[in-house]
């Protein structure tokens, strides 16, 4: 193997890749990135069998072939290096060489042989969306899945497609997060559950663009592979079936509050650093007096806090408690200017809904607290 490329290039494709490069394994190599000619230019891939991520970094190459190096050292060699022409070839006692300027490094090299084959899909692609549709959806879905390992199922995220349009729903015992996103065209009733942590890399790799993002399931292998332009992302799936959380969802309500997003989430990130001492425990009095204002108190052995803020309220006043840091997760990652609040008594789950258009609801547990 013999090619030429340049430092920027080859840095950001081992950075890219490098998320998925094995940090705890029981095979050595997992730990390295694969190097090989492809199409004229050089193919990176690591993996931790969890999820692959493929590069292709534009090169110019005289002699085809593949290896292996540990992701680390390369990375940290090609990083040093200034940005110019990086000459990289695999020498006859199997060592890789980088040459650059003056600089010339030997580094170990284990054959490309021994690496997990890594292929792309041969199969059409399920279903395209814009990277912007796709980020706006994960952003507001994703940390709602469970982070424990309890019951696996509750680690990945549902992902359906129905016609010209997306669902991605994520859940713990305690809230469920569901948006919806406009495919890009009609798609395959199909519907899958991915590892919350395979979209949190894939969301390293998203863009406010209009991009298309090439979604390809491959039954065979029960993998979901993304492509965006010279990048794919391949996460295996998670068998089993994800719980009916329509059933969670409140219908009806007979109390709604309209909140100013900024002030609110402001009041309750206060509460919070009290709260946080007694199991992040807020509550919410919301009254009608006056056109409408929630009052917000927490209390704990370190102290106690209230808040007041006006809010526009339609239907009875009520009480009730959220744990404050579910509140303040959906907050932070939607940042639409206002939200609804739908209450049905303090016992009920609660429905957040952004105000500015967008597929998306939250449902939040309350938390029952002595009366």
Not at 210 to 224: G, H, M, R, S, Y
Not at 293 to 307: K, L, P, R
Request: with cysteine.
């Amino acid at each position: 193997m013999k090619l030429s490329a340049i430092q920027d290039h080859l840095a950001r494709g081992l950075a890219i890749v490098g998320h998925a490069v094995a940090t705890r394994n029981t095979l050595p190599i997992l730990s390295n990135v694969y190097l090989g000619t492809e199409d004229g230019g050089l193919r990176l891939v690591a993996t931790n069998l969890d999820i692959a991520i493929t590069h292709w970094v534009p090169a110019k190459v005289e002699e085809k072939g593949s290896t292996t190096i540990p992701a680390r050292l390369l990375a940290d060699v090609v990083n040093g290096l200034p940005n110019e022409k990086i000459d990289l070839s695999l020498l006859a006692d199997g060592r890789a060489q980088i040459k650059c300027g003056r600089n010339a490094s030997h580094l170990r090299a284990t054959p490309a042989d021994d690496y997990p084959p890594v292929g792309a899909a041969s199969e059409r692609p399920t279903a395209r969306i814009t990277q912007k549709a796709l980020k706006a959806a994960l952003e507001s879905t994703v940390f709602a899945a469970a982070g424990d390992e309890a019951r696996p199922i509750l680690t990945g995220v549902l992902t359906k497609f129905t016609g010209e349009k997306a669902t991605f729903a994520a859940a713990d015992n305690y809230r469920i997060a569901v948006a919806g996103a406009p495919l890009a065209e009609a798609a395959p009733e199909t519907s899958l559950i991915v590892p919350a942590r395979s979209y949190t890399e894939l969301l390293r790799l998203l863009s406010d663009v209009e991009d298309l993002v090439e979604i390809t399931f491959t039954p065979t292998k029960n993998q979901l592979q993304f492509k965006l332009g010279d990048t794919m992302l391949v996460s295996r799936l998670i068998e089993g079936q994800f719980p009916n959380f329509q059933q969670v969802v409140p219908t009806s309500h007979t109390t709604k509050v309209t909140l100013d997003r900024d002030g609110f989430l402001s009041a309750v990130k206060l509460a919070q650093v009290v709260a946080d001492a007694s199991a992040h425990i807020v509550r919410f009095a919301i009254s009608t007096d006056g056109g409408g204002a929630i009052d917000i108190t927490a209390a704990a052995d370190v102290g106690d806090h209230a808040a007041h803020i006006e809010a526009k309220v339609e239907g009875e006043g009520t009480t009730i408690a959220f744990n404050a840091k579910y509140l303040v997760d959906v907050l932070s990652r939607v940042e639409a200017d206002q939200f609804s609040l739908e209450l049905t008594g303090p016992v009920a789950p609660g429905l957040l809904r952004p105000l500015d258009g967008r597929d998306y609801l939250h449902v939040v547990m309350p938390v029952r607290t002595p009366s």
